[in-house]
């Protein structure tokens, strides 16, 4: 994956979010990747694409995905090799999703270590909210049949009344949110989330955000950080 470093804004991100299930990092990544006009690269949507269209890969993760399990890390780094390599990714990106292994953390420093001598510095943020905030979220959350846009409805029940307010489209839950998958993603997630954050955490370039804030404020905290490392690294590779 060359890297461009010729991009007249050279100020734009290579940032990774990482965050339970529900802690809002999607709907961060997306803003972030707006703000800095970056692509939002988040793995989950890869996958369910891929499921919805019954591609190779789709059928081979179906039934991953739907128990809450997690793909394997050579899938998953194949995957993101692959999407880094594209030229959109080489002035910066924002990952969502991925790595969620130590071992994924690892293939990612490579990818960028192979990028040039001075690989871009890795911005990583952990959007932090507490287990229970978390599957209080999802039980609201709900994607719009139509339109595809996440949004939280006002009380966990189903069958649905209110429509999409985007466009009036109906609103389902994913099947990854029912109760049980989602009590089940968390548990394999928590496998997971300790060591990939302590991983991070002794970098230069990490930080927390408090994810329980209204979304406005949150994104303005991590836009905040990136602007601090931005400034910071001018260049620099993380160690
Ligand atoms: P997400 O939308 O990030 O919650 O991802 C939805 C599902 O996709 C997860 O529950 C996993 O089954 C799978 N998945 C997404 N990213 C990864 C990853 N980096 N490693 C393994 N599985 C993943």
Redesign the pocket.
């Known amino acids: 994956m060359p890297i461009d470093r010729t991009h007249p804004d050279d100020r734009r991100p290579f940032v990774v979010l990482i965050g339970l ?1 529900g802690s809002g990092k ?1 709907t961060q990544a997306a803003r972030v990747a707006d703000r800095y006009r970056i692509p939002h690269i ?4 890869i ?2 694409a891929a499921v919805r269209a019954g591609s190779p890969l789709g059928q081979q993760v179906a039934a ?2 739907a128990a ?4 394997s890390d050579d899938l ?1 780094t194949d995957l993101v090799r692959e999407r880094l390599a594209r030229p959109d990714a080489r002035s910066g990106f924002v990952l ?6 130590v071992v ?1 953390a690892r293939a990612l420093d490579e990818m960028l270590a192979a990028t040039s001598p001075a690989p871009p510095p890795l911005i990583v943020i952990l959007v932090a909210v507490a287990d229970e905030a978390i599957v209080r979220r999802l039980s609201r959350r709900r994607v719009c049949a139509s339109c595809g846009i996440p949004q939280s409805v006002s009380e966990d029940s189903e069958p649905l009344s209110e429509p999409c307010p985007y466009c009036g489209g109906s609103l389902v839950r994913r099947e ?1 949110d029912e109760p049980a998958t989602v009590r089940r ?1 968390l548990a394999t997630y928590a496998s997971f989330a300790g060591p990939i954050t302590d991983f991070y955490r002794v970098r230069r370039y990490f930080a927390s955000v408090d994810g329980l804030r209204h979304p406005d404020e949150v994104t303005a905290a991590l836009c905040a950080q990136i602007e601090h490392f931005l400034g910071e690294s001018s260049g620099g590779s993380d160690p």
């Open positions: 299930p999607g988040s793995t989950g949507d996958l369910r991953t995905l809450g399990g997690l793909v998953m969502d999703g991925f790595p969620r292994t994924q990854d993603r």
